[in-house]
């Protein structure tokens, strides 16, 4: 027991005395959180109203797509970014290996499918009598997307909330394909993994609170907005 | 099967498959905390596998940490042994008095690795001159400034040639492993001090070359202590002294012919 007070209390010194080296990392990850939520969520939203709403070719797929992109790894997310970026590969000449840019792109892998999952499941969970009433409005396809999407809005708060849980939580992509260069791609998960590797656990306490109060702000945030919880 | 049944017979798996594989009664297990470049590259698993064979009731644990942190954990008794590469501080270690035993059981050496073109114009300069030149030039450098025995050896030298690096806009610091600052060093084509077996394996990916340095105030010396108090102290004692017998300087020679092929950490 006394050695898990001697780390709360090392952690809680750390976050009193915090300077900008703590602060830039909370910074880039919620920059890097919330730019790849931003834009998982526009590229998800659209395509989850488009699998829930839509008869065309290819839609199973798609489906199957964002099945395993609800799952798939993030590590090895990482790993093919890496491959893609690194000096030498194909990707090698656009010099995003080890920087933000790079983390943004791993993170909207993963956070794309979340959001189009999640927004599909809840235009689909409406029920038949809303789609019936949906279909005798004879819109164009991109209004009645529009329409649906509308009306399972606290599913796109969900899907806002479960991607920004998925990135701002995840720590292999970012880690292999970032490199947690300190001051350049360090962000709170990697900090963590860091600091605890080093034995320095009350400084990876201190950047878990932080990252724990990032993460349930967000979350009942987007509840308020979204008009319920879970 | 219901999904209940499924549960309870995954968990019921993974707690047999838990339990065997965990720790035999009868078996003593070691803690060896060494430096992270043994544990990376594989040597210090192949040296430990061999003395396992000699000795089934021993156990070895092996963990990679930085130098400054191996004998950090050590003295807060959550290490039975340490393999490091920080003079300095293993004699400040030894001088307390927590060291039951302490000898010096290999040695490697450093080089510094960069772009090929710039890394032809420092041969066969000394460390400290290639220092102070690339410092001149504010060429770009990745430090791993973790506190390893390899950032050690990596600030004596700036010392020594008068620079203070820290905070440079050309000197990267990482605050991590080799592995890593490796690639950041290959991939931003930057000059970097690394072990010399960790450069071997990673030497087709990084692209980075061998600046052919002068060969003075680059070496890597180990050395193993076995820490007063441990409550293994015996079976720590043993490989110590076993790391620097004739049998395991053996051990040390056979790992590394098969893994590099020649003597990188000399026994």
Known sequence: ?230 | MGSRSWLTAVLAAGLAVGVLTGCSPDETRVTVVAGTTLVDGGLLQRVSDDYEARRPDVRLSVVGAPSARALALAEAGSADVTITHDPSLEEIFISEGRAELAAEVFSSRFILAGPRRESGELRGLSAVEAFGRIAGQGHLFVSRADGSGTHQVEREIWDRAGVDPTGMQWYVETRQGMGLTLQVASQREAFVLVELSVFLIAEETTGLVDAALAPAGLENPYRAIAVRGSPVADESLAFVEWLGSESGREAVGRANLELYGGQIFEP
């Open chain 1, 1 to 230: 027991m006394e050695f898990l007070w001697e780390v709360l209390a090392d952690a809680v010194e750390v976050l009193s005395r915090a300077g900008p080296e703590l602060w830039m990392v909370v910074a880039l990850t919620l920059a890097v959180s919330a730019a790849s939520t931003g834009i998982g969520v526009l590229l998800g939203v659209p395509l989850g109203a488009a699998l829930a709403l839509g008869r065309f070719r290819g839609r199973g797929v798609l489906r199957l797509a964002v099945s395993v992109g609800m799952g798939f790894p993030p590590v090895l997310a990482g790993l093919l970014l890496l491959l893609a970026f690194w000096r030498s590969g194909p990707l090698g000449g656009l010099g995003l290996i080890f920087t933000p840019t790079a983390m943004v792109i791993a993170q909207v892998i993963l956070a794309t499918p979340v959001a189009a999952g999640v927004v599909s499941g809840s235009i689909r969970g409406l029920g038949m009598v809303p789609m019936e009433q949906l279909a005798a409005l004879r819109l164009g396809r991109v209004a009645r997307g529009l329409v649906a999407v509308r009306e399972a809005r606290a599913g796109v708060a969900t899907a806002v909330a479960a991607s920004f849980g998925r990135v701002v939580a995840e720590v292999g992509a970012v880690l292999v394909v970032g490199g947690n260069i300190l001051g350049e791609t360090r962000v709170l998960t990697t900090l963590i993994v860091e600091e605890s590797r080093q034995a320095r656990f009350g400084a990876a306490v201190a950047a878990g609170a932080v990252l724990l109060v990032i993460a349930l702000g967000v979350n009942i945030a987007v509840g308020r907005l979204g008009g319920d919880g879970p």
